[in-house]
């Protein structure tokens, strides 16, 4: 089973960065980042092929948010930028070994592997 660490979350004002990083224990193909706010349903933020084929945002974080890895280190990103205070939320670094496609990278249910999320909190 793989293992997934998260790390890099915070607190910031609104307009601020952060970069949140995952470390991953084994090779992984498919991996994302989810948000989770309280009482709310967890929300896929990005993905990433561990080829490089394609990446997919939604379209609350696209153009602010970009996801990348580093493979030598099985490391995921996600680098934040323009931060609102609905960005708020504790973020989960997923994989799985589905196929996914644009149409369910976004799903929850499609992975089976998760972190323990770190929490990014923007204040206004």
């Known amino acids: 089973q793989v293992q997934l660490m998260e790390s890099g979350g915070g607190s910031v004002q609104a307009g601020g960065s952060l970069r949140l990083s995952c470390t991953t224990s084994?090779?992984?193909?498919?991996r994302a980042w989810f948000r989770q706010a309280p009482g709310k349903e967890r929300e896929g933020v990005a993905f990433?092929?561990?080829?490089?084929?394609?990446?997919w945002y939604s379209d609350s974080v696209k153009g602010r948010f970009t996801i990348s890895q580093d493979r030598a280190r099985n490391t995921l990103y996600l680098d934040m930028n323009i931060l609102k205070p609905e960005d708020t939320a504790m973020y989960y670094c997923?994989?799985?070994?589905?196929?996914?496609?644009?149409?369910?990278?976004?799903?929850?249910?499609?992975?089976?592997?998760w972190g323990q999320g770190t929490q990014v909190t923007v204040a206004s």
């Open positions: 084994g090779i992984t193909y498919r």
């Open positions: 990433i092929f561990r080829d490089g084929s394609g990446e």
């Open positions: 997923a994989a799985t070994s589905r196929p996914i496609s644009r149409d369910t990278w976004h799903n929850w249910r499609e992975y089976g592997d």
